[in-house]
């Protein structure tokens, strides 16, 4: 399963698309973190790194 991004939380800082080994995460139009959930493995390397805790696994 992908992670799942909470988009009202997210603050847009970035940090979670600098850690993703496999370039999952980008930032969408709104300036929110989004996850590909077909390149995503899982590994939970974004999920702490977020400052909101916007990113569940
Ligand atoms: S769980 Fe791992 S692979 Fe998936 S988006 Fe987060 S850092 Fe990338
Ligand atoms: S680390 Fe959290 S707040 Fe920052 S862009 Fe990623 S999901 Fe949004």
Known sequence: MPVTID???CIG?????G????????M???GK???DEGT????GS????CP???ISQ
């Open 52 to 54: 909101v805790s916007a």
């Open 19 to 26: 850690v993703c080994p496999v370039g999952a995460l980008s």
């Open 7 to 9: 988009k009202d939380a």
């Open 46 to 49: 974004c999920v702490g790194t």
């Open 40 to 43: 995503c493995i899982d590994c």
């Open 13 to 17: 800082c970035g940090a979670c698309v």
């Open 28 to 30: 969408d139009g709104d």
């Open 33 to 35: 973190s989004a996850c």
